[in-house]
C-alpha cells in the first residue's frame, strides 16, 4: 500500500480480500498481509506476552485475526510495519458494540535491521530452510497460536505454552499422549490477504439508485442481507429468519439510512474483507455507536490516532465460527493507529479498535 500509489488515485480506498496460497508465501521475510493461521511477526525477537494478548472480558489469550503490511516510506523507521489484531474465539466475550475482547498492535523496522536483508526477497521461489528466519527460531513460541510462550511441557521440554489455558486444551487434544508434538488448532483458516483500489465514484450511487421504486429497492436491501447471514456462509450456519428480513427491510427509519450507505458502497465488491483509508473515515453499518473525537485515545507518545483500516462483515464467512453456541460478530472493526507512527522503543506498539455492531432495528426490525 504505497503512498505513491495511492496519491495518484482519485479515492483513497484499497479493498481487502482474501486469496488462498502456498503457505511459505506467508513467512515474515516476505512481508504479507494475511488472515488467520500464526501470525507473520515482523520483530522477531520481542513477540507480544500473553499478558499483552489477554481478553479483555475473560482473561485468555485472544488469537491471531489478520495483519496489514502498511510501510510508510517517508519515515526511516517505518521501511517495514505491519499492524496486527488479535481477538479472543469465544462468542460470549463478543458483547454488543465493545472492543474489550480485541487487541491491536503495531511493529515497525529500519530498512536495515537485524531479521531482513536490505533488498527484497525472490517471491518466485521457496526459501531453503536455513534461509528463513523465523520468529520460533529466536523466541519460545505457543505451539498452540504462535505467540510469546514462557511456559513449557514438564514433561517433554520441547513444547511451549503461552498460557495455562493454551496448555490444558492442547492436553485435552491429545498432547499427553504424544509429547513433543502439538495436538490441537484453534487458530482461524489462513489465507492471503491482497489489496486493489476501489472503484467507486458517489455519482455511481445516484445512478444506481434513480428510477428505482420502493419495491425494488425494498427486494435489493432482502437480498443482501441473505447473502450476509445465510447464503454466503460456507459452514452452512442459520441466517436470520424470513420475517426478520422483512422486518428488517421495512423499518429503514433514519437511524438505518446509514446502512444502505454501507449496503451500496460495498455491493460492487461484494468480497471484501478489508477496508484500508490511512486518516479517513470508516464506512459505518450504522448511524448509533460512531465514535466522536473523544472516544479515540491518543497514543502514549501524546499524538492522535487515526483511522488506518477497518475489518468487514464479510470476514466472518471465512472464519469458521459459526459452530460455536453463540457465533462471534460484528458490523465492522475500525482499526485507529498514531498519527505519527512513533517509535517508543518497543517492538509492538498497543493501538486502538472500534467495534461497531449492527443496528437492532437493521437486524430484528424493532425500534
Not at 516476505?30 to 525477537?45: I, N, Q, Y
Request: glycine share 6%.
Amino acid at each position: 500500500m504505497a503512498e505513491s500509489a495511492r496519491e495518484e488515485r482519485t479515492s483513497s480506498v484499497d479493498l481487502g480480500f482474501v486469496e488462498e496460497t502456498e503457505s511459505w508465501r506467508l513467512l515474515s521475510r516476505f512481508f504479507r498481509s494475511k488472515v488467520g493461521g500464526k501470525p507473520a511477526w515482523l520483530d522477531l525477537k520481542s513477540v507480544p506476552t500473553a499478558s499483552e494478548l489477554a481478553c479483555g472480558v475473560c482473561g485468555k489469550p485472544t488469537l491471531f485475526l489478520l495483519q496489514v503490511y502498511s510501510p510508510r516510506t517517508e519515515q526511516t523507521t517505518c521501511f517495514h510495519r505491519t499492524v496486527f489484531v488479535f481477538c479472543c474465539r469465544t462468542a460470549a466475550c463478543h458483547a454488543r458494540n465493545s472492543g474489550a475482547c480485541f487487541r491491536v498492535f503495531r511493529s515497525q523496522l529500519p530498512r536495515r535491521n537485524d531479521f531482513y536483508g536490505f533488498e527484497p526477497p525472490d517471491e518466485d521461489t521457496p526459501p531453503a530452510e536455513d534461509e528463513v528466519w523465523q520468529a520460533e527460531k529466536v523466541w519460545n513460541l505457543c505451539c498452540v497460536c504462535g505467540c510469546g510462550g514462557a511456559k513449557a511441557c514438564a514433561r517433554c521440554h520441547q513444547v511451549r505454552y503461552c498460557s495455562k489455558a493454551h496448555q490444558v486444551l492442547d492436553w485435552k487434544a491429545g498432547h499427553k499422549a504424544a509429547c513433543g508434538e502439538c495436538s490441537i488448532t484453534l487458530l482461524f483458516p489462513e489465507f492471503d490477504l491482497v489489496t486493489e483500489p476501489e472503484e467507486w465514484r458517489e455519482e455511481e450511487e445516484e445512478t444506481e439508485d434513480a428510477g428505482k421504486d420502493g419495491e425494488e429497492k425494498l427486494r435489493e436491501y432482502e437480498e443482501y442481507m441473505r447473502q450476509l447471514r445465510h447464503n454466503q456462509d460456507p459452514a452452512g450456519g442459520p441466517g436470520l429468519k424470513e420475517k426478520d428480513l422483512e422486518a428488517a427491510a421495512r423499518q429503514e427509519t433514519e437511524e438505518d439510512q446509514q446502512f444502505s450507505v454501507f449496503r451500496r458502497r460495498v455491493r460492487k465488491e461484494p468480497e471484501q474483507v478489508l477496508r484500508y483509508d490511512l486518516g479517513g473515515a470508516p464506512l459505518w453499518v450504522s448511524r448509533q455507536h460512531v465514535p466522536g473525537t473523544e472516544d479515540i485515545p491518543d497514543c502514549p507518545c501524546g499524538a492522535p490516532r487515526q483511522l488506518e483500516f477497518q475489518v468487514m462483515p464479510q470476514l466472518l464467512n471465512y472464519l469458521q465460527v459459526d459452530s460455536l453456541k453463540d457465533s462471534m460478530d460484528w458490523g465492522t472493526l475500525a482499526v485507529y493507529t498514531c498519527v505519527n507512527s512513533c517509535d517508543q522503543g518497543t517492538a509492538y506498539h498497543p493501538e486502538f479498535l472500534w467495534k461497531q455492531d449492527y443496528s437492532e432495528t437493521a437486524l430484528t426490525g424493532t425500534s
